[in-house]
């Protein structure tokens, strides 16, 4: 049998990127000829895996570890801004400013990003794609193009969507300590219909020029693989509604959780916080956008230090230097800019986190209790499965304070067995190496017919 040839596509976001070239490297791994296309800030991660580089461009919109450290364009800038100024007012500010620039952000030059997708069809002739889900001109793109691919849900899983009633930014449900005023949701809703006829109208409009023969989907935000969608998530029993058409192939987690190693001093660093054991040590990361409210980051680690022989390791980005100045009298508080998070997890008694799907997938992996703290984006539905299953707590950021950060960490370090064992049951024997062989054996059957798309 002749291996399969795979162009595995991310959009230029390190916490997409990062587990979708993991994948990549697990696809390689099972014999499949697999190429990584991205921007080309992320050449270096393909070659630290091991796989040949593409160059793919995506507008003006990126992140590459930091995202205010990040490059961009002055529009991409300015969206930040405002993005981060939101998550102040709270959840649903935060969610309606996302909608708002959603246009920019997910949907960025389509026609261009078609012609770059075809030459790179043309250049590597590739058997199918993985395509994550969240890059929308892409999967438009080798939609128009007839080609096959599997598509990559980079969060939670109702970003797949299904169902009446259901649309892109529009949390299906919320943790307990954080539920908007229905007032508040039916602006939101409205807003994130808005967007689907919007969106689903331009589907239409570059479809009718670019391809008149494919069908238009329902919902944009709807069209997804007919063949294979693997969920970088837990297989959990009160999930949304998901498409039943293509095979559903949930990963657990997409990294490298228990075999990355501490590199460049870190198991000094770690060794110093921990008192050589003596000592509980609390990772706090908020992500790579979300480090940039200080504010917060500040009333965790003040709450941390409450607790009794905890010592505290946060993430800040570019925030570093003013929180390292804020506790510089504090011996058991170390502040980075960027952590090793995927090695350090098997040494921390607890992460204290923004609800990103990497941050509570890692967790589970690695079997550390975890405190959510959700400002945006899917990060409200993450926070209501980590608090259900359960593998942690969650606090509102809006309102959170050093008393109630001591209070909930504590309880959760002090729950970190059954949260263990809750992760261990979800994500034994899954992992990227079980994705890949799921993938390859789900596009290995007989390719979609067109007729057989006509669902979408």
Known sequence: MTASRIVVVSPPFASHARPLATVGAALAAEGAEVTFACAPAFAGLAAELGLPFAELAFGDNANTGIAERTRQEADGE????????????????????????????????????????????????????LVDQLAYAVTLAVYALG??????????????????G?????????????????????????????????????????????????????SAFGLTSPEAVLFNYPELPWLPDLPAGPARIFAG???DVGTAVLRGGWDERVGELTSGGRRRLVLVSFGTFLSARDDVLGTVVRGLLELPEVSVLVAAGDRAAGLRAAFAGERWVDVADQVPQRALLPRVAAVVHHGGNNSFTECLAAGVPAVALPFSSDQFAVAHDLERIPAGRVLDPQRVTPGAVARVAGHAVAEAHEAREAGYRLVTGRGPRHAARALLSAMRRPPITDAETMRI
């Not at 808005?194 to 969106?199: E, G, I, K, S, V």
């Open 147 to 164: 080609r096959r691919w599997a598509a990559f849900c980079p969060g939670h899983p109702s970003y797949v969507l299904e169902g009446a």
């Open 166 to 218: 259901r649309f892109f930014g529009l949390p299906p449900y919320w943790p307990r300590s954080i539920r908007p005023a229905d007032g508040e949701l039916d602006r939101l809703r409205s807003e994130a219909e808005a967007n689907d006829r919007t969106f689903t109208g331009l589907f239409a409009d570059f479809l009718a020029g670019r391809a008149p023969d494919r069908q238009v989907p329902r």
């Open 253 to 255: 987690h997409c990294s």
């Open 78 to 129: 300015r969206r930040l801004a405002e993005f981060l100024e939101a998550t102040r007012a709270g959840a649903v500010p935060a969610l309606l400013a996302q909608a708002r620039h959603r246009r920019a952000d997910m949907l960025p030059d389509p026609d261009s990003v078609f012609a770059s997708v075809r030459s790179l069809d043309e250049r590597l002739r590739p058997d199918w794609y």
